[in-house]
């Protein structure tokens, strides 16, 4: 049965090199595969997966109305297809990572999704929310925070490196970096809202 995997981490844990080694190992042993990224994450050019330790690599950029299945089932039909990768996958909609699900259970293609789970206020991007709940088998590439605990969450900074706690969910761009919740200070971040009682 072929499966939807859901990679996660905290920013710079190298998803983007995992997902370049695993596609190449599929094309070294002579299978098809296909790539995509979010056209929205243009820092490396747009179409393009781009690892921090200088793998790059063409694929295909999508936007938000772009229909997954309906391109894979024509590329599959064409030549047949091993295995679907999507790179910064949080930024899909949720008709997306529907998409994907039909890709394995009717075109019987496995699909590895690499992402973030939640953003710079601890919220969860949309496309990672349908993953967490879709997905046959979830996996997490861990990181560390500078506190030497690992690291879940993404703290925006500003040109500066100062840290921003207001704006935008998705702002290409900025810089990142990678803490603990502890040192990330969710009670602080999180626009859910809550105030400890006095005195505790």
Request: aromatic content about 10%.
């Amino acid at each position: 049965m072929a499966k939807l995997y859901f990679y996660y981490s905290a920013m710079n844990a190298g998803k983007s090199t995992a997902l370049l080694q695993a596609a190449y190992n599929y094309e070294e042993r002579g299978m098809r595969v296909l790539l995509y990224t979010p056209m929205i994450d243009d820092r490396a050019g747009s179409g393009v997966i781009s690892s921090r330790i200088g793998l790059s690599r063409e694929v295909v950029a999508f936007d938000g109305d772009f229909d997954l299945f309906a391109d894979i089932k024509k590329q599959h039909e064409a030549d047949a297809v091993s295995c679907v990768f999507l790179d910064e996958s949080q930024f899909m909609a949720p008709a997306q990572v529907l998409q994907l699900t039909l890709v394995c259970d009717q075109l019987k293609i496995p699909v590895l999704c690499y992402g973030l789970r939640t953003d710079f206020q601890g919220e969860p991007f949309e496309g990672s929310k349908y993953l967490l709940a879709w997905a046959d088998s979830l996996g997490e590439i861990k990181t560390i925070c500078h506190s030497g605990k690992k690291a879940t969450m993404n703290a925006r900074l500003d040109a500066d490196g100062n840290r921003v706690f207001e704006g935008e969910q998705v702002s290409i761009g900025h810089h990142y970096i990678s803490l603990s919740r502890k040192e990330f200070d969710l009670e602080r971040v999180s626009p859910v809202g809550y105030q400890r009682p006095e005195g505790s």
